[in-house]
């Protein structure tokens, strides 16, 4: 055991002394005659035990054991040693740090040990306790993870910040960020590997972020920085900027190379809020407009945003409401074959009848309904709908629509739910509609987006005998690879191609495509046919199907009757 006496008195000293070396326990033994002897002694040499004299010459033995409190020196177990009798002594030098008190009258070698004992003992357990505080402080203070600060440390440091800016007379800056499309990570390689990604995504913001600022982890893949001490917000874009970069550069997860970026909300104190909460809510609506504006960038927030943000949170309430009450209609836009000019096919395009908005497009609607999660039961109600309506024609006049057949748009998240052919099976036959009376038309942009499983669709529809339409072909990046990965039968070329046509030269385009799906066997349809000279043009090239204005407009299932009925399918155009 090595041991410190710190005793001004030399009779003392030696009592102590002896009373210790009569113990028989094998022990080191340091006297100091002053405070400043033992001090250094302290700071320099490592001790189990202090046996400290409360009366010295310079200083009590409480200023001296607040003293090696204050040391960066580890602390350890303290004896007070006094010649006073005084309990609220005794009860000031414990609560100070010390673990035992004992007069100097009462120092026998037995008295003394078992103080020396329970006094190491004490000290052991309150260390435990003081790791264990630690410990705990940390865990709430910091993320289990990714090791930054938390939720709980940033919004403290916010709820201070904002008054420290305003004495100031500073600007303050939260940036809100959230990384894009991680929920992919998680779901193609697994919450560790996503877990990891965290991990790093944390340690590369570190870099961007100014020394003084603080970056927290909120929690899931949002992170937040705020920015202290802003002499000008200019300075704020080229921190976004640093930041996009930082997290543009590949990542490597178990081997594979992974690209992600992120989307930044920004708001300051006080042009745009003047408390905590209000900050963190502009910071978040600018972080979702970054993401709606198409992710990987950052965007500030403003009054303007808000009413935007404002109104889709009610578009949103609405939408869940329209798919409850089937606040829908469809309407159908007649295809005209190029031989026989004449009605051999209708899309179905979906229009919801808002009661106070009037009639929203699906341009408006579709995109904010594949964000909410209700898209699937659009689709399903789509489908229904248009095999009702079918069955309702079959049931009058079979005759007029033994060619007809009825096109269906379809969304990425459709195709990548794994019950959906199933489910478009049992529609069929509950309605006796034959498969290919139907045409499911889908993007090349829904392609992209859609999961691998998407394929597995694709060739369980056509397995069915649905017909399978790339719709918008040519706006896209890789429409061949499409066609070649998928049973598509139809080709609906994108309207920009008939409507750039002014001479034979601009016509080169659409005689390639022709000329391609022709190879391959592929039905086409020219879309955006709005003119004269436009549905010349495709006659001339000889394209299987027209659709457009020039035709006619989207109309209601009772038009569309009332059209297959007059004149043999025949559209007389009024232009």
Known sequence: MNLLLIDDDTVDRMNT??????????????????????????????????????QLPTMTGLDLLKLFNQSKQDSMAVVMLSNEDDEKLAIQCIETGAQDFIQKHEVTTTRLMRSIMHAKERYKIERQLRQTQDQLRIMAEKDALTGLANRYVFEAELSSAIPRARRNKQFLALLMLDLDNFKDINDTMGHGAGDQLLIEVARRLQGPVRGGDLLCRLGGDEFAVLVHNLDDQTELAPLTKRILEELSKPFQLEGVEINISASIGVASFP????????????????????????????????????????????????????????????????????????????????????????????????????????????????????????QSWLERSPALIDQLSLAINISALQLSGKGFVARVSEILVAYKIKPEWLEFEVTESALIKASGHSAETLRGLSALGIKLALDDFGTGYSSLSQLQSHPFSVLKIDKTFVQSIKDDGDARYLRAINALAKTLGIQTVVEGVETDAQKKWCLELKFNRMQGYFFARPVGAVEVEALLSAGSNRIESSR
């Open 271 to 390: 042009d745009c809020a003047l408390d905590s909460v209000q900050l963190m809510k502009c910071a978040d609506i600018a972080m979702y407009r970054s993401k709606e504006k198409g992710r990987n960038q950052a965007h500030y927030y403003s009054s303007a945003v808000h009413e935007e943000i404002h109104e889709r949170i009610e578009l949103e309430r609405d939408l869940r409401g329209a798919v409850r009450k089937k606040e829908f209609v469809l309407y159908y836009q007649p295809q005209i074959d190029c031989k026989s000019e004449t009605v051999v096919s209708a899309e179905a395009l979906i229009r919801w009848q808002h009661p106070t908005r009037g009639l929203i497009g699906p341009l408006e609607f579709i995109p904010l309904a594949e964000d909410i999660g209700v898209i699937n039961e659009i689709g399903d109600w789509v489908l229904e709908t248009v095999c009702k309506q079918f």
């Open 17 to 54: 002394r002896r009373a210790l070396v009569k113990s028989g326990l094998d022990m080191r033994i340091t006297e100091a005659s002053s405070a400043e002897k033992g001090l250094e002694y302290h700071q320099s040499q490592i001790f189990d035990i202090i046996l400290l004299d409360y």
